[in-house]
């Protein structure tokens, strides 16, 4: 056994759940001993791509995933995925080779430590035979307990050297974080004295939904989530749904209207408060790190489970928000607008979302990609939990939707996938459309096709020259049957028939939609995000 075989089998006992990369002479040998030992592995089309499945595996499943790459231009083919999960704090395996020290003008040399460390991952090395394994478990350790994408560097010559094997202890998860007494008796009473409390709950608090919501109905607090944790209320009466962005103006009124904020394991984005002007009342933030990017009264490190569990010891039961007249405005829908945009050849982005929602199974994994289209699929296609939701956005790239949905897909293979997707984002990733059929996923593609770049269509306005957004329609159903999937090119709502004939069939290749969206003038989320 070399050096990459024994790395490879470190990280399979180590618990490496799933692996996905591209292959190469760099990278051909620990790949296959990952293989060897256990460990899933997707062959996919391009190094961005097996970063991102890697990262949406590792959120909808809890599990570490592991990114397999060449060196040098392998590496950097993935930095936009690698960036996304380091943002993200994902805790995240990337296994990459290195040229050997000694090559000095190799092709592929690059400095892959400072590429690594400028966008927010953390570099590990294998550095010799005698401290593989030791360093191996180091950078899992280092995954694992402090929630970092981890590239973990494997220089060639270190590689080919005779194995030197070594024991290990298992890396267990930490213990939940339990808050400071103090923090938590703060925390009580500031919510005994709120009479409008409103509880948001972001990634953070994606394992804490039953203390949420004993907490909120002892309190009389209302529900909502981040863009990221949807799904997390998704049944509860009292929910609001998302706050920020994609609020609908029912629940962007009632957080505005709240005396007390509190967030549970959420960093208070500029997304989730629409940059502040939804915090006009008393604010907490209750999380294990970070820092609340608004302004809050009361920080309180601790897990979100256990501090609302501490802090549901010490209240007592009031109505709080859930008033009757409350509950009458709930009752009454989110208000969303009424879809009145379709013409003959194109539909309304709402109109065909809401139908959707009708036509498709309810247990669903919805991943979202970035665009002006992306507030219609995370508002009007209902999840069945926070693991019924998708969205790699902490980069903000266009593009990695699909990407997306193939590694939540295989995470969660008991879900429907369905990739809501821009044209302008799907035609980066296209590659990709051979590994879904490849790997034969029962997967609903919807392309929300406006022919360009939408969302600086309508931020730069129509008096600016557009030529450089705006695209010819390449025919994408088309080119979907070319790559062995379904698709249907919709204009109107009577061209959805054939999803339901897609559903209730054998769902044995992809369904692709091709959706001919009419113009919004800039979606409201848009329109919020620019001022």
Known sequence: MNVAEIV?????????????GVVGSGNFDVTNALRAH?????ATRHEAGAATMADAYGRMSGRVALVSLHQGCGLTNAMTGITEAAKARTPMIVLTADTPGSAVLANFRIDQDSAVIAVGATSERVHSAETAVADTVRAYRTA?????????????????APAVPATFSPVEPLLPMRPNRKA?????????????PVFIAGRGARGAAKELRELAAKTGA????TAVAHGLFHDDPWSLGISGGFSSSLAADLITEADLVVGWGSAFTKWTTRRGKLLTGTTAQVDIGGQAHQPVDLVVQGDAGQTAQDVTELVTVREGYRSDSVQSRLAAGPGWPVPDLSTDTHIDPRELTARLDELLPRDRLVSVDSGNFMGYPSAYLSVPDEFGY???????????GLFTAIGAALARPDRLPVAAVGDGGFMMSIAELETVVRL????????????AYGAEIHHFGHDADLSTVVFPD??????????????????????????????????????????KIASDGGSWWLAEAFG
């Open 440 to 451: 034969k996923l029962p997967m609903v593609i919807v392309v929300y096709n406006d022919s």
């Open 38 to 42: 256990g460990v899933p592995f997707v």
């Open 184 to 196: 938590v008796e703060d925390l009580a009473a500031m919510i005994e004295q709120a009479q409008r």
């Open 390 to 400: 998708c969205m790699t956005q902490s980069f903000q790239s266009i593009g990695l």
């Open 8 to 20: 490879g089998k470190t990280l399979a006992e180590l618990g490496v759940a799933q692996a996905f």
């Open 474 to 515: 390449p025919g994408i159903a088309e080119i979907a049957r070319g790559f062995g999937c379904a698709a249907l090119t919709v204009h109107g709502v009577g061209d959805l028939d054939g999803v339901a004939e897609w559903v209730d069939g054998p769902r044995d290749r992809p369904l692709l939609i091709d959706a």
């Open 222 to 225: 209302l529900l909502a989530t």
């Open 144 to 160: 694992v307990h402090e929630r970092r994408t981890v590239v973990l560097n494997l220089p060639l010559d270190v590689q080919a």
